[in-house]
């Protein structure tokens, strides 16, 4: 270990912004062989990290940004972990002043993606790289090997890529990093990862509802309800962790911990964005969006408090085979997974062709297979029908899927009945069945709204009969004419 950097620039990596994810992250560089130079705003995190794991690797000690960008081998590659948001800004500015052309700047932070591309340009027109690198796995992750998604100039993957793949995840012998395109887009794909993040979350909570309210299961029940799901299709990060979760005991209380935190979900925003980005680009991201605003509703805690005992018109009593509701439940579990992760793909479509991004869906299934939040088994067939067909319309319309939600359907649809006739409130189950009924629907009441538009607004149609726009005379003698 060196403590010192009188040697010069010998650190292939510089990390700024020590805490608990940037410790991690330059560990795990460090125990990949890699000479890394800290700096952090306040020393006594450097030395902390330091004092508590210098063994594990070789570590540079630099106190200010001057002694930090000089520790660099050219081109200088320094990653920033610190908040979104302004002090990402504050950091980038005093790195770009003491860099060169050529050297490359990272955020590994969750930043907005349009502040990416903002930044990229301006650094761009200073001559350096800048690259928005999305990171999952959190700190466990960060550590032991996360899913990276780099953004940013293709030129800058040549230094940096071996680098991120070396300390990312490995799954089949292919790490879980890649260059995903322009600018702005590795935070944007690693948005809308968390967007999918949000509602795979809400759709396990769900089901977890559904096991506690409809079938009376306490928690350990239910852990073991996850774990065996955790065998089979459903195994992923994080149904493992649910169990987990479940199974944990107050150690005050002696009752499960779940039944012991506040019912109010919080949120740092990574759910929201990607649904106002959605919003913009028009794309309906109805589970991640229900996500969303199942967490909002949760934290309206006084407006909850005043509802309690609201008439609830329960219509059925509680299902009389548990085994096949439990099979239910998890068939609708699989279908709704289905269509988030397809809504998912969808944003990032268009998020691709409103940037010019070229993104490749099946090389996101890919580094999405380990390291990540969402890393789920189903992930390998999603980069199946991807490889398959990267023009694929919809996730769902691969073969794999659409004999899978086949499989689903009647499940599906039993567990969005039963919950509502019980009063158990299921909004991700229930948008999702709603999305897929919609996209194979022949025949839309779309049309009505159009009739309605053209009445009050002139707004004009078009038939199915015939080219252009036409409009009704409403308020004349009700004869059509071509707009
Ligand atoms: C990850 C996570 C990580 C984090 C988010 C979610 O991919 O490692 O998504 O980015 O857990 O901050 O946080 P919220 O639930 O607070 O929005």
Redesign the pocket.
């Known amino acids: 270990m060196t403590i010192d950097n009188t040697e010069g620039a010998r650190a292939q990596i510089g990390v700024t912004g020590l805490a608990v994810m940037g410790s991690n992250i330059a560990r795990n560089f460090a125990r990949h062989g890699h000479t890394v130079a800290l700096h952090n705003r306040s020393i006594a995190k450097t030395d902390a990290l330091i004092e508590e794991h210098g063994s594990e690797g070789d570590f540079v000690r630099t106190e200010t940004i001057e002694e930090f960008v000089a520790a660099l081998q050219k081109p200088r590659r320094v990653l920033i972990m610190v908040k979104a948001g302004d002090p990402t800004d504050a950091v980038i500015e005093e790195l770009a002043s003491a860099m060169e052309p050529g050297d490359i700047i990272i955020d590994g932070g ?1 930043a907005l993606y349009t502040d990416t591309i903002r930044r990229e340009a301006s650094l761009r027109d200073r001559g350096l790289h800048f690259v928005g690198a ?5 700190e466990e ?1 960060a550590l032991n090997g ?2 990276i998604m780099p953004g940013g100039p293709k030129e800058s993957y040549q230094a940096l890529g071996p680098l991120l793949e070396s300390i990312a995840a490995q799954v089949d012998g292919t790490p879980c990093c890649t260059h995903i395109g322009p600018d702005g887009s590795g935070h944007f794909v ?1 948005m809308v ?2 967007g999918i ?2 509602a795979d979350m809400q759709l396990i909570g769900e089901a977890y509802n559904l096991f506690r309210d409809a079938l009376g299961y306490d928690a350990d029940q239910v852990a073991d309800v996850f774990t065996e799901w955790n065998a089979g299709d459903l195994e992923s990060y994080l149904v493992e962790i649910t169990a987990e979760v479940l199974r944990q005991k107050d150690a005050k209380t002696g009752k499960a911990l779940v039944d012991v935190i506040v019912d109010a ?7 929201r964005w990607t649904v106002k980005s959605a919003l913009d680009l028009g794309v309906p991201v109805t589970g991640i969006a229900e996500a969303v605003f199942a967490r909002a509703l949760s934290g309206a805690r006084e407006q909850r408090k005043a509802a309690v005992g609201l008439a609830s018109g329960r219509l059925a009593d509680k299902p009389a085979d548990a085994a096949q509701f439990t099979e239910d439940i998890r068939q609708a579990l699989y279908a709704s997974k289905v269509v988030a992760y397809a809504q998912g793909f969808d944003q990032i479509a268009a998020g691709s062709a409103e940037y010019d991004w070229d993104l490749h869906p099946a090389d996101l299934a890919t580094i999405w297979r380990g390291g ?3 890393r789920a088994r189903f992930l390998n067939r999603i980069k199946d029908a991807y490889d398959e067909n990267p023009k694929l319309p919809s996730l769902i319309l691969a073969p794999y899927f659409r004999d899978a939600i086949e499989t689903a359907i009647d499940s599906w649809r039993r567990v969005v009945s039963t919950a509502t006739l019980l009063g158990i409130p299921v909004p991700a189950f229930a948008s999702s069945l709603s999305y897929y009924d919609a996209l194979r629907a022949e025949r839309l009441p779309a049309a009505l709204t159009q009739g309605q538009r053209d009445f009050f607004g002139a707004h004009t149609y078009e038939r199915v009969d015939a080219e252009g726009k036409f409009h009704t005379l409403w308020s004349g003698d009700r004869s059509e004419v071509q707009a």
């Open positions: 969750n999305g990171i999952s796995g959190g992750g996360p899913s690693k990862h968390n993040e949000y979900a919080e949120q740092k925003g990574t759910g990540c939040i969402i």
